[in-house]
């Protein structure tokens, strides 16, 4: 290289150093986590053994080239010999290679069985994944809600502008955490039962080892006894649309005590919010509170799609601003709309409450310009889904 | 250096066709992009037309390609090597077919032995049946599909078993006409070819009317009635376009006989629309055992 | 470099009668049935579409610099994924090896053009329509396609976004001109070799095209089938994809992966056939086992068959069908393995040099190796569940591709560069090219594997603070990595326009027919074929 190069390359290090004391190294994993289970450990020995295989094979394969390519190159008179075939070696270097491949297939094999093992659960529950959340229903404790991503949107969207500094702190949990955990038992085997409403999902927990895809139509089981209470945090990993990126999985292990009390709140919260949809049904609420109400729920579930200001991204997610359903269209239809979804447009009955699909139906038919001057009660909503 | 005369090898000088081909096929695809959107968002548009305008120009540029090389052909230009290199290029091609039907096949497969049963709660599936689809129940042919769609399956007597033999017969004649062209027997050789001919226009209106058949309220037998229906139509419906391609094939064939075009040592044109009339009733036989009668 | 001189006898001075002089200007190019014009439009076209889907490649790393939205949408965002992964595929490696193919294998076998000249014309020219269409649904209301190079159902279908019958079309005419251009290679090899040269005397960069040709012909067919399925089921009411009328979406990716796994071994038995061609070159050695390269190309070739579905582990298949293709992937490590240890042999106790050429494929076996060897941690299936769908996948991939499939292709220009241009390339240049690009290379896919076994999923806009310094050193090494391909744009421009003289045969350990005709070679060579002992 030549001298004029050298303050190039002083600068490219600085450049680089500089980078380097910017961050911080300490939090950043390289290598598989071994996780909180039996299999999980399983799985991360596998992952050792091979990457120890490889690495060895490695050294010895590239150790022999670069011995070649330093001694028998033709600057230091190295002549060619004239050898260029040899059954023996053949057969010998497809052998050892056999051998190893099977010294590896065998700790792989038992593991996988054991994973495929979903028999003798303490617990099931059925996981289903959809445009982009998740859905926990508990078997035999009529258990059921949603799970979303709970960062707020000022803390990923810093689109237009420099790169740092710009939209609000992003927070330790940055597009890792939800609105509601999902809740086990530790020391317990729990049967996952997966499957998905729309496209493709996989659910995926690293320190469980547990990646299932979820297959609309299809359930797929998977299961885990988890040793240590905590917060295990994972992500949706198969492309999902759009915000594949921002459908993070939480859950946590409780111990047993904690478990049962967590499942008696789960009861109470079930019959009061049970209450609260019959008390709404007589109660009729003013315009500023629909409003209000209605904006915070479209901006938590319908805004993904139709974006905050109404208007959508065409072609594939409508514009709700200006839409003849959302303006002079029938408001029946726009409750149905909302409860049962069409096509790419999914249902909210399940998951919102009456007063949150009446709030947010009187939303659209008012915000941005709409200005239907409609209002949607709970009892309107009611009657178009035949009593819930 | 010293070598003994070989057959030089034609290489044809620069052609206009082939991207006149590349034109037609833009058009094409990019027609036909256009013509299914429009469809799907209710609009008008001028993708139709230029799908059409497409397919124009495609079978402008064949026929004028064709001719090129029936002439080169005519003009004795081309050796025993060239006539070898169609051959194989031929042959390939018709695997690629195969290949393109396996597709087919392999998803027809699929649903009768894996997908369905799954859906009943078969092998690992247990739960999908119980939890998703509890009044499911796997059958073949599919005439309740687990959504709840139900129609009815195409029996293999009637039109089918009439159709096959045709194509049976047809594939006979066929090899009969390719003997007497061999033989040098003109006027067997166009009655043989006539009659292959007539053949695969009776099949082809044949599978008109079982279409019809299959589209009366009677069967409600439809293209979107579950993956039976899917299946049924796709494969029945790429083949039958085949049988078309391969009997206009037959069809040029038997002009060019008619202009006194082949002998019996240098007729590798005939040779090719034969194999493929025999390629499609192969695989017609494949679409019978597995489409109908299992 | 020493040089030799010509074998005049087979310079171009009788020509044939029916060898009419090449028209000039833009005719020539839109007409030509010469497999050298065609093989050079070939080689243009995929550097092109090269730049393009790496510009594209700009694009995410960009935005994936550091956490946050920065400059796209995520929908955007998986456009640019997807489109990227389909224009480097179809786009740039495969016609590359096709224009080597070209190129080469007529002058390798002694033949006097391709099998069927106006068929070769044909297939090149369907391409850059075929990806105008598909470049051109970026500019589409609808916008392109968004579902990953895979379109896995029903997310292309049921859930797109209105362009998949732009993209399924592009890829059915893609497919068309794919599938001619193998027939004409098959045909080519089975009935142009010059007398004497059997197949075993056939240089071993023919045998892999031969059985690339293959593979092409048998699994490009399979993906116009199922490009099909999904046009009916999104635009036509079928269910192939869809449970509710009894079929699986499931079944979606065993179609799929029955193509697109042969199709990564498309994409990397040429590159062993150029690496073949130029080890034994510049170790002025013979290949250490030919016999054995052509059958372990050959088992490759027919294993690709059987290992479909380890893309699928996650797919909640059978614990039977998860056991299968788990050995099966594995074994293919076994004749990867004896090509690997056939290139070193070639070198052990060789004399070598280290041309441009060479340089590029030491590091081919290195990268490729690596590359290999997270293949083969991917294929133990109870570990893939946590590989699956991370970056560390997407370094497996680009280590195999990249450092790979591309470096191959950059290895084969610089060798037969002279052969092409008639001069030879600025070696300094070509220098900087090789170790920008090596140093960068490394920088831009070595830390996504650190970042997969981390946890950071593929295909996404944004991501955890945890993996944001990598990525920024990812990011970095990718437009370092990027603007070093510029380099060899301006060695192939310069090379092109003049520079030293190049002999018939460049490379003193260089053998094969294609060293025997003059540089740059004669528009026609071997118009009475070469006799072979
Ligand atoms: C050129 C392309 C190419 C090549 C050559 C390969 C080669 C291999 N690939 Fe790769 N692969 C891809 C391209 C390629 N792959 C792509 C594009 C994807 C992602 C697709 C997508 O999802 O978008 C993918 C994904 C992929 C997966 C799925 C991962 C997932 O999504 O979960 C798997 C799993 O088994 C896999 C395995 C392998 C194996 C075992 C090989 C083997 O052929 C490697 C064999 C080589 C060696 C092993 C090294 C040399 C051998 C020795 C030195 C001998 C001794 C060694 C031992 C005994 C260990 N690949
Ligand atoms: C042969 C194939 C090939 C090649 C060569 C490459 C090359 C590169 N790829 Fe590729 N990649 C794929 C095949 C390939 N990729 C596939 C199949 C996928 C999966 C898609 C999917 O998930 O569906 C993928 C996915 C993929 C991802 C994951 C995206 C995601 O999951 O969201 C990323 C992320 O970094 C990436 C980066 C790069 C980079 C930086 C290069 C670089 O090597 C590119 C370098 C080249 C250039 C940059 C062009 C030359 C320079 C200019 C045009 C000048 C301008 C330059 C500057 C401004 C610096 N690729
Ligand atoms: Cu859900 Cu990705
Ligand atoms: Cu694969």
Redesign the pocket.
Known sequence: MSRGNQSWLIGAWLFFTSLFSSSAWAETQLNLTKGATAVSREVYDLHMLALYICTAIGVVVFGIMFWSMVFHRKSKGAKAADFHESTKVEILWTAIPIVILIAMAIPATSTLIDMENNDDSDLTIQITGSQWKWHYKYFDQNIEFYSVLSTPREQYENQNGSFEGNGAEKGENYLLEVDRHLVIPVNKKVRFLITSDDVIHAWWIPAFAVKQDANPGFINEAWTIVDEPGIYRGQCAE?CGKDHGFMPIVVEVKSAADYDTWLNEQHALIAQAANAEKASLSASMSKEELMQLGETTYMAYCAACHQPTGLGLPPMFPALKGSAMATTGKIADHIDMVLNGKNAMPGFGKQLSLKEIAAVVTYERNAWGNDTGDLVQSSDVNAASGSK | MTTKKYESYYVPAQSHWPIVGAVALFMIAFGAGNYVTDIKNDVGGYGGYLLLAGIALVIYMVVGWFSNVINESMSGKYSHQMDQSFRQGMSWFIFSEVMFFAAFFGALLYARTLSIPWLDGEGNNAMTGAVLWPEFTATWPLIKTPDGTETTAMGWYGLPLINTILLLTSSVTAHFAHVALEKNNRPQLKAWLGLTIVLALVFLSLQVLEYAHGYSDEMQLYLTSGIYGNTFYMLTGFHGLHVLLGCIMLIVMFFRILKGHFTPENHFAFQAASWYWHFVDVVWVFLFVFVYIL | MTTETVNESLDESHDDEHHDHKMTGIKRWLYTTNHKDIGTLYLWFSFIM??????L??V??ME?FQPGLQIVEPDF??Q???V???I??FG??MPAFTGFANWLIPMMIGAPDMALPRMNNWSFWILPFAFAILIGSFFMESGAPN????FYAPLSTTYSNGSTAFFVFAVHIMGISSIMGAINIVVTIMNLRAPGMTYMKMPLFVWTFFITAYLLIAVMPVLAGVVTMVLTDTYFGTSFFDAAGGGDPVMFQHIFWFFGHPEVYI?ILPAFGIVSTIIPAFSRKQLFGYTSMVYATASIAFLSFIVWAHHMFTTGMPLAGELFFMYATMLIAVPTGVKVFNWVATMWRGSMTFEVPMLFSIAFVILFTIGGFSGLMLALTPVDFQYHDT?FV?AH??YV??TG??FSIYAGAYYWLPKWTGHMYNDSLAKWHFWCSLIS?NL??FP?HFLGLAGM?????DYALQFADFNKW??I??????????IF?AVVIKCIKGGDKAPAKPWDGAEGLEWTVASPAPYHTFSTPPKID
């Open positions: 492309l | 090269f730049l393009t889907g790496g510009a490649a700009m995410i790393r994936l965002f998986n640019l994924t997807t990227h992964g389909l480097m595929v740039a490696i579902f990953g190079w895979t994409m970056y997407v991939f680009h591709l990249v499939s591309l290379v831009l896919f996504m999923p593929r295909r996404i806009p990812v990011s090494g990718g437009f370092a990595f990027g603007l070093s391909q510029l744009l």
